[in-house]
T-cell receptor, first 113, second 115 residues
Framework: LAKTTQPISMDSYEGQEVNITCSHN???????ITWYQQFPSQGPRFIIQ???TKVTNEVASLFIPADRKSSTLSLPRVSLSDTAVYYC??????????????FGKGTKLSVKP | DAMVIQNPRYQVTQFGKPVTLSCSQT?????MYWYQQKSSQAPKLLFH???????NEADTPDNFQSRRPNTSFCFLDIRSPGLGDAAMYLC??????????????FGDGTRLSIL
């Protein structure tokens, strides 16, 4: 199982770019990297997913180096509403009976005015 | 809008009294998951269904069971809730198949309290 390690918490100010790095040293060849966002009293929400290099969508970018042992979620110009917990998951397929969809401890991002 | 719906949002039961949590989806996804999330912790996968095939995580207590009568509905049964089972229970769905992790779509959970 590819275990992930993230910072427990991060602080930022409105308008700044935030980069959250996730380590996954034993990532497998078939594993993809997926990030979720969770607000209090809500279920996690999919943000972005990637396999290698860079992926960008309307809310974030995901940078994955060639060795794929880490990944960085980049949130441009954060606002107060981006205050949430961000989870990095690594796995393949739908999770399967191996249960490789394991949420790490997540990073609690606090955005201040 | 297509979504994952969990009812009720809050459920209170008594110690040892069986309780059932429900989840429905309009996404027509063939995989459905149940997670337990305790305060300030990450979601923990309990089990999932791929179509009708049930997959239990190794450390899921026997006290927790699940039913999936059709594609749209999935239930979590807690046979004899203990105080330690108080948590948020999250239901999620995804498309099955090989290839990249199909993103999971989560409901907003049912918060279970045990008296």
């Amino acid at each position: 199982l590819a275990k992930t390690t993230q910072p427990i918490s991060m602080d930022s100010y409105e308008g700044q770019e935030v980069n959250i790095t996730c380590s996954h040293n034993n990532i497998a060849t078939n594993d993809y990297i997926t990030w979720y966002q969770q607000f209090p009293s809500q279920g996690p929400r999919f943000i972005i997913q990637g396999y290698k290099t860079k992926v960008t969508n309307e809310v974030a970018s995901l940078f994955i180096p060639a060795d794929r042992k880490s990944s960085t979620l980049s949130l441009p110009r954060v606002s107060l509403s981006d205050t949430a917990v961000y989870y990095c998951l690594v796995g393949d397929n739908y999770g399967g009976s191996q249960g490789n969809l394991i949420f790490g401890k997540g990073t609690k991002l606090s955005v201040k005015p | 809008d297509a979504m994952v719906i969990q009812n009720p949002r809050y459920q209170v039961t008594q110690f040892g009294k069986p309780v059932t949590l429900s989840c429905s989806q309009t996404l027509n996804h063939n995989v459905m998951y149940w997670y337990q999330q305790k305060s300030s912790q990450a979601p923990k996968l309990l089990f999932h269904y791929y179509d009708k095939d049930f997959n239990n995580e190794a450390d899921t207590p026997d006290n927790f069971q699940s039913r999936r009568p059709n594609t749209s509905f999935c239930f979590l049964d807690i046979r004899s809730p203990g105080l330690g089972d108080a948590a948020m229970y999250l239901c999620a769905t995804s498309r099955g198949g090989t290839g990249p992790n199909q993103p999971q779509h989560f409901g907003d959970g049912t918060r279970l309290s045990i008296l």
